[in-house]
């Protein structure tokens, strides 16, 4: 149990929707990670929130965005869903930007038809 | 840029056996290495990780790897399988303790199969 919690588990959307996904970090924790991962693929870097800023972002369009919330909660902005988009998306809380102290959620598996 | 490759995507041995799934990295500057643990279904669980101490890092579940700049390599070792070690296993590299630029660059995964 890592205190991360995510929603939906599970979620259906056609192309060119938009979708929200939602993170709880583990408590006290003022940095979440954001990860992209494909079937049968590595996760992949999305970006990160510090203290409800945009800290650092990987290599992925501006339709993906993001929020952070004083409570320690977070959230994962799609628009104009693409098919390659269908993945499991894995938020990840840590204390003050160090990768050592981070903890991964269950993730939200996302299917875009 | 940072990068991480898993030498095999199948690994198979039998209950009992040495486990070893093998990770190199490639980094500008002295790496923070991970390796997690994804079973079916479920997110990501840390096994342990290497931040510059002890070069030997013991993680949970009877896992351990050894850093060595040399051959630049984090491999993951467990001296005796057990079924429920049966998942797929990701090397992580980054290059920053804090700040977040980068995030952390995972290998494409090695599944680790245990036979009976």
Same mark, same amino acid.
Not at chain 2, 37 to 44: F, K, R
């Given at each position: ?19 929200t ?62 098919l ?30 | ?37 994804q ?12 931040? +510059? ?19 630049? +390599? ?9 079924? +429920? ?10 290059r ?21």
């Amino acid at each position: 149990e890592t205190g991360v919690t995510q929603s939906p588990t599970h979620l259906i959307k056609t192309r060119g929707q938009q979708v929200t996904l939602r993170c709880s970090s583990q408590s006290g924790h003022n940095t979440v990670s954001w990860y992209q991962q494909a079937l049968g693929q590595g996760p992949q870097f999305i970006f990160q929130y510090y203290r409800e800023e945009e800290n650092g972002r990987g290599n992925f369009p501006p339709r993906f965005s993001g929020l952070q919330f004083p409570n320690y909660s977070s959230e994962l902005n799609v628009n104009a869903l693409e098919l390659d988009d269908s993945a499991l998306y894995l938020c990840a809380s840590s204390l003050d930007r160090r990768i050592e102290t981070q903890y991964f959620g269950p993730g939200t598996r996302l299917l875009v038809l | 840029a940072q990068s991480v490759t898993q030498l095999g995507s199948h690994v198979s041995v039998s209950e009992g056996a040495l486990v070893l799934l093998r990770c190199n990295y490639s980094s500008s500057v002295p790496p923070y290495l991970f390796w997690y643990v994804q079973y079916p279904n479920q997110g990501l669980q840390l096994l342990l990780k290497y931040t +510059s101490a002890a070069t030997l890092v013991k993680g949970i579940n009877g896992f351990e790897a050894e850093f060595k700049k040399s051959e630049t +390599s984090f491999h993951l070792t467990k001296p005796s399988a057990h079924m +429920s070690d049966a998942a797929e296993y990701f090397c992580a590299v980054s290059r920053y303790s804090g700040g977040g630029a980068d995030g952390l660059t995972f290998g494409k995964g090695t599944h680790l199969i245990i036979q009976p």
